[in-house]
């Protein structure tokens, strides 16, 4: 069965920082492309970040470009994604996706 369970949110105040981790399992973790995606309260899904399959070749929405970094361990199977200088409108919650399944989500939070 093919999972992806992330975890790593939480509370934090503006200025900020958090790491998500999104562990994979029941597929070829390494040949597919992992993205990141987010959904702030009463809004829709904005796409976040993508990081190819190699690990070579990363993009960023301009919203969160200079401060979020995505990352990942194919030994591991896990993508991260590196939150920093975290504003209250980064509040949401963070799914990591690929071509077969989205995860459940972590929540993330910036309030003072």
């Known amino acids: 069965e093919v999972q992806l369970v992330e975890s790593g949110g939480g509370l934090v105040q503006p200025g900020g920082s958090l790491r998500l981790s999104c562990a994979a399992s029941?597929?070829?973790?390494?040949?597919?492309?992992m993205t990141w995606v987010r959904q702030a309260p009463g809004k829709g899904l904005e796409w976040v970040s993508f990081?190819?399959?190699?690990?070579?070749?990363?993009s960023y929405a301009d919203s969160v470009k200079g401060r979020f970094t995505i990352s990942r361990d194919n030994a591991k199977n896990t993508v991260y994604l590196q939150m920093t200088s975290l504003k209250p409108e980064d509040t949401a919650v963070y799914y990591c996706?690929?071509?077969?399944?989205r995860g459940q989500g972590t929540q993330v939070t910036v309030s003072s």
């Open positions: 029941g597929f070829n973790f390494s040949i597919y492309g």
């Open positions: 990081i190819n399959s190699g690990g070579d070749r990363t």
């Open positions: 996706e690929n071509k077969l399944k």
